[in-house]
């Protein structure tokens, strides 16, 4: 990691350590931590990590954004910093000017359309929109006669519909009806909807890998301190077993999630070794966020499934963010169909790239 990476890094774990305690949250019924986090996030530039400096962002690396999310996955924000940071790295790529406050990208799944109608507005509906109801601007990419382009969108011209994701935070449905965008302009050249579910799906499988982290941190802690048939549960060779278990799937999406994010911010493109890295760290997290969230609460037991405890703040999350911006099954389909693309004689040559 390098130093400015850490420094960001740091920044961020600090500002989760002091504002977003998981009981803390717990406990808060009204949500008066969100002001105080977002407040803070935002005079630490964090939000716009990813937009340059020229279009009001902080101008930080790909690398430092990536080391924010991970974590934030640590800490299971319920926030739109993930968001935020995607609108704005959309939004940069047509070099438009990133406003303050929350924002949230759509489409948010890879088989949702917006169309750029002839005079300028933009029409469509885009389902599964995170934190849709909480952001004041939406960047969206849409698709019209003359290609691709990238809009700012004020949240408040758009229909939106109120849902819940597994982990209680909202997932919405967005419909644009003719509006008229801030601002818009041509996505750049070889651009597409792929790129940016493939950047979401890695802001996705490092937020998933910094859950498991800590999922795995909260069961080791947790079976040091139960105390059953007079030993600590530790001591139970089937309890052992399953924190090992718990460990490996941890490891597996930490080192997906983080080879992934490498490959984005040392390639000049989305190339098939990118979508390779991109799209199999999004099935690998998604697979540990299913066997690893059971076996964390199978370690818990019955106090484990209780709503007062802090470990449905990560178990939760990490499996809803198993569905944004493409589902493990999706991203099989589509890797699937990159290799018998390439035929088989090019597969190994493929995986070995890195």
Known sequence: MAESENIVAETAEKIFADLADAQTINNDKKGAWRAPLWQALTEAGLPLAWVPEDCGGSG????????????????????????TMLAGWLLAQAKISSPEGEMTVIP?????????????????????VPFGKAAKHIAVLASGNGGLSIALVEAGKCRIEAGLNLGGDHSDTVTLDKVQPITIKPAPKGFDQSQLMLMGGVARSLQIAGALESMLEI????????????????????????????????????????SAADAIANSTSFNDEVFLEAASAKIRCAEAAEKGGAIAHQVHGAIGFTIEHILHRYSLRALAWRDDFGSESFWA???????????????WPLVASR
Do not use: C, M, W
């Open 219 to 258: 069961s080791v802690r947790y079976s040091n301190e139960r105390v059953a048939f007079e030993k600590k549960i530790s001591k139970f060779q089937a309890v052992q077993h399953n924190l090992a278990r718990l460990a490996g799937e941890s490891a597996a999406a930490l080192a997906a999630a983080t």
């Open 60 to 83: 930080a690396s790909l690398a430092e954004g990536f080391s924010v999310l991970s974590a934030a996955g640590r800490s299971a924000v319920a926030v739109p910093l993930a968001e």
């Open 108 to 128: 948010a799944s890879p088989k949702d359309r917006i169309t750029l109608n002839a005079d300028g507005s933009l029409s469509g509906r885009a389902r599964g």
């Open 333 to 347: 389909v589509e890797l699937g169909k990159l290799v018998a693309n390439r035929g088989a004689d090019e597969l």
